[in-house]
């Protein structure tokens, strides 16, 4: 069945870039994505990316797609504490469903 | 606009005792969802109604979840007897309906659910 990888942490320094990776296994999936979960809250969609494309940049985030290896990056640049939290990657089975990885906690330390 | 509002945001009940979970989607939203997240994982999608029909339910135990959308719009997930491996978050999503996405789904603050 379907498998979304994640590593589990991931930690940087205020100002690095953050670079947080993820597999998947559905070569099918249309759209891939990116939530981020704070501390007793809800998902926060942060971004996705259609299947056919290989980059997208939205402000300090940089999506990476590498279809032929089922590779799923997120960068963040000029990462600040305010973005520690858990990211998921997430891909789109037919009919809408998503299948999350199991999530990378990233802490950023001042 | 208004996000998807869930209540109530935390419960602890008995094993065997029933629990249950409110969800009201955005406005205009016709695909709801319910996600179980346990502690150190993903959300694992339960059911998913289209309008006031279901979608999808194969990931939900039927022998003691049930769940139900009756005018289309909000949404009840009820969990009778429940056991301790029951114990998680409950998420609630919504998103528009449009012919090939990215159906981006929203999510509400969730419920926390501890079962001792």
């Known amino acids: 069945g379907e498998d979304v990888e994640q590593s589990l942490f991931l930690s940087v320094r205020e100002g690095d870039s953050s670079v947080i990776n993820c597999t998947y296994t559905?070569?099918?999936?249309?759209?891939l994505y990116w939530y981020k979960q704070e501390p007793g809250a809800g998902l926060q969609l942060l971004t996705y990316?259609?299947?056919?494309?290989d980059m997208k940049q939205d402000q300090r985030l940089t999506v990476l797609l590498n279809k032929k290896d089922k590779h799923l990056s997120l960068r963040i640049a000029d990462t600040q504490t305010g973005d520690s939290a858990i990211y998921f990657c997430?891909?789109?089975?037919?009919?809408?469903?998503?299948?999350f990885g199991q999530g990378t906690e990233l802490s950023v330390k001042p | 606009e208004a996000g998807v509002a869930q209540s109530p945001r935390y419960k602890i009940i008995e094993k065997r005792q029933s629990v249950a979970f409110w969800c009201n989607p955005i406005?205009?939203?016709?695909?709801l969802y319910w996600y179980q997240q346990i502690l150190g994982q993903g959300p694992k999608l339960l059911i998913q109604?289209?309008?006031?029909?279901?979608?999808?339910d194969s990931q939900l135990p039927k022998d003691r979840f049930s769940a139900e959308r009756l005018k289309g719009v909000d949404s009840t997930l009820k969990i009778q007897p429940a056991k301790l491996e029951d114990s998680a978050v409950y998420l609630c999503?919504?998103?528009?309906?449009?012919?090939?996405?990215?159906?981006?789904?929203?999510f509400g603050p969730g419920t926390r659910l501890t079962v001792t």
């Open positions: 559905d070569s099918s999936s249309t759209y």
């Open positions: 109604f289209q309008n006031n029909g279901v979608v999808d």
């Open positions: 406005s205009g939203h016709a695909t």
């Open positions: 997430a891909e789109l089975e037919q009919g809408g469903k998503l299948i």
């Open positions: 999503a919504s998103s528009s309906t449009g012919a090939g996405g990215p159906y981006e789904q929203y």
């Open positions: 990316i259609f299947s056919n494309m």
